[in-house]
């Protein structure tokens, strides 16, 4: 299975691209005997249209030509998830031979409706906002945390 995070505009050259980058590594070479065949990032430009809706209509649909598989949004207003239970439903679609599970962090406006509608989860880091380039280093850093909870390894300690 094939782990994708797809992001709403463009990263910053410096230390959060680079641990952003690490995790992903890191995820990529512990995943691979696992059976996650890569962990891929996509960047997308953001919507320049002059309303919020349009914007958010625009990058939806940019996500939707970058997805595949699974999809899950990343959103304060989403479900809470501790560390394990993501490594889990992981584990379920891999096993289960899902092609691909697709993780979007969304542009400044926020999710379109519409594709919050098509998700498989809409999951929350917490009711705080963050910065989409902590973000991205989050979700990285979880998908190495699932894939090393899988393999039983013991970076995650609780």
């Known amino acids: 299975m094939r782990l994708i995070l797809v992001a709403v505009g463009r990263a910053k050259a410096g230390p959060e691209s680079d641990l952003a980058a690490r995790y992903q ?60 239970d993501f490594a889990a439903l992981l584990g379920r679609w891999k096993d289960a031979s899902e092609e691909a599970a697709t993780l979007v962090v969304g542009g400044p406006d926020g999710l379109d409706p519409a594709l919050r509608a098509e998700a498989d989860l809409v999951l929350s880091f917490g009711a705080l906002t963050w910065p989409h380039q902590l973000v991205r280093i989050m979700a990285l850093e979880q998908i190495y945390r699932a894939v090393t909870i899988l393999a039983g390894h013991p970076y995650h300690r609780a």
Do not use: C, H, N, Y
């Open 25 to 84: 590594e890191r995820a990529a070479k512990a995943g691979k005997g696992l059976g996650f065949r890569s962990i891929d990032t996509v960047t997308l430009d953001e919507s320049r249209l002059p309303e919020a809706a349009a914007r958010k209509s625009e990058e939806a649909a940019a996500i939707r030509r970058a997805r595949a598989g699974r999809l899950v949004l990343l959103d304060e207003r989403g479900r809470s998830m501790g560390s394990p």
